[in-house]
């Protein structure tokens, strides 16, 4: 990672005040201020997180949460790819897990998302559950869930990956 993205982002912790902009984001993002998986629903606006900024703009935005040794991450979007942001938004979550004494990250991702696969294996995580059909599952709460993904991927399962603290 360059250091001049380094030296030209911040990271800090989501505060209230943030949370319209979560909102926004989330359902700008993710097609819903919802986000449902593996039978579940997250309502990132509520969650903690971090946002990366980059002059005084939100550059990226990540949301977890926490269980008993556990942190899952509901949600992280950079908005402009291959710059750094997604990579030190993990960095801020692996510190915040370890802080609080999780042993592990988790999240879930899907089938089609190659790009996703590809960005966690390489800082560490690994595939550690398929879900076949946890997407159609989904769908059914949240009707705006595509069929087809990335690639004209036909969207199906959920991937779940885990990175040990």
Same mark, same amino acid.
């Given at each position: 990672?360059?250091? =001049?993205?380094?030296?030209?982002?911040?990271?800090?912790?989501?505060?209230?005040?943030?949370?319209?902009? =979560?909102?926004?984001?989330?359902?700008?993002?993710?097609?819903?201020?919802?986000? =449902?998986?593996?039978?579940?629903?997250?309502?990132?606006?509520?969650?903690?997180?971090?946002?990366?900024?980059?002059?005084?703009?939100?550059?990226?935005?990540?949301?977890?949460?926490?269980?008993?040794? =556990?942190?899952?991450?509901?949600? #992280?979007?950079?908005?402009?790819?291959?710059?750094?942001?997604?990579?030190?938004?993990?960095?801020?979550?692996?510190?915040?897990?370890?802080?609080?004494?999780?042993?592990?990250?988790?999240?879930?991702?899907?089938?089609?998302?190659?790009?996703?696969?590809?960005?966690?294996?390489?800082?560490?995580?690994?595939?550690?559950?398929?879900?076949?059909?946890?997407?159609?599952?989904?769908?059914?709460?949240?009707?705006?869930?595509?069929?087809?993904?990335?690639?004209?991927?036909?969207?199906?399962?959920?991937?779940?990956?885990?990175?040990? #603290?």
């Amino acid at each position: 990672m360059s250091d =001049v993205y380094q030296r030209d982002v911040a990271i800090r912790p989501i505060v209230e005040s943030d949370r319209p902009t =979560v909102e926004w984001l989330t359902t700008q993002l993710w097609g819903a201020a919802e986000v =449902v998986v593996h039978d579940g629903v997250f309502y990132p606006a509520m969650l903690p997180g971090f946002i990366a900024e980059r002059d005084g703009r939100i550059a990226g935005l990540v949301t977890f949460e926490v269980r008993p040794g =556990v942190l899952e991450i509901a949600t #992280i979007n950079a908005l402009n790819l291959y710059q750094g942001i997604g990579s030190m938004l993990i960095k801020a979550v692996r510190a915040e897990a370890k802080r609080l004494g999780c042993h592990q990250l988790t999240l879930t991702t899907t089938n089609d998302n190659m790009g996703a696969l590809r960005f966690y294996q390489r800082r560490g995580f690994r595939i550690s559950a398929i879900r076949p059909g946890a997407v159609d599952r989904s769908r059914q709460r949240k009707p705006e869930i595509p069929r087809t993904g990335d690639f004209g991927i036909p969207l199906h399962d959920e991937i779940d990956l885990t990175c040990q #603290i």
